[in-house]
């Protein structure tokens, strides 16, 4: 949970800058925001960009490039959707680490946890219905961004959305551990595919 919630808060940069990309201040001044900005980012993500988490890599990513993009355009209807190509991003990875059967949360699950564990079977389903409710969460923000143009509601709207699936991911394992354990208290089944990590 709480590295989950160090991912989330690396987001809140992104609201400061798109205020900042809207005010008159000089190349330089937003320059010097964006570099504070992004050194925010990496240090309170430092042990999981380390560990080339997918998730929090596509959000450092987007950030540099829509950087980049404002400030060279070089895709210009980037400059229209920001938000909604960070959000895309994000999307594609959790759907992309849905259909290779290792949802994305089981990286914020904790170390703590043993290793038998994390391959039983409830440990996976419970990661993979928290990935799709944050799957859920990326795609209905970035239409939201696509289809309404920039304002305070708006940012409240998506971060709304992300706060309910931080307070999901926090409170749904224990829902969802005594669910499948009815389920499945007769069984010690692992993972139902090949774990080809290291190989």
Not at 114 to 135: A, C, G, Q, S
Not at 188 to 194: E, I, L
Request: positive net charge.
């Amino acid at each position: 949970m709480n590295r989950l919630f160090k991912v989330v808060l690396s987001f809140v940069p992104w609201s400061v800058y798109s205020w900042v990309m809207n005010t008159s201040l000089s190349f330089r001044d937003k320059f010097t925001l964006w570099c504070l900005l992004f050194i925010f980012i990496v240090t309170i993500n430092r042990h999981l960009l380390l560990q080339g988490e997918a998730i929090t890599l596509a959000n450092l990513f987007s950030f540099v490039f829509i950087f980049v993009n404002y400030q060279f355009n070089l895709i210009p209807l980037l400059l229209r959707y920001p938000a909604s190509l960070c959000y895309l991003l994000l999307a594609l990875v959790a759907g992309g680490s849905l259909i290779l059967k290792q949802p994305f949360t089981i990286k914020f699950a904790g170390d703590s946890l043993p290793e038998d564990k994390k391959r039983h079977i409830i440990f996976y389903l419970i990661n993979r219905n928290i990935t799709m409710v944050w799957l859920g969460v990326f795609i209905i923000n970035c239409a939201l961004n696509f289809h309404y143009s920039w304002s305070l509601n708006l940012r409240l709207v998506s971060l709304s959305l992300v706060i309910l699936a931080l307070l999901a991911s926090h409170y749904f394992p224990k829902i969802m551990r005594d669910h499948y354990r009815k389920r499945f208290q007769s069984s010690a089944t692992s993972f139902p595919y090949q774990d080809n990590r290291g190989k």
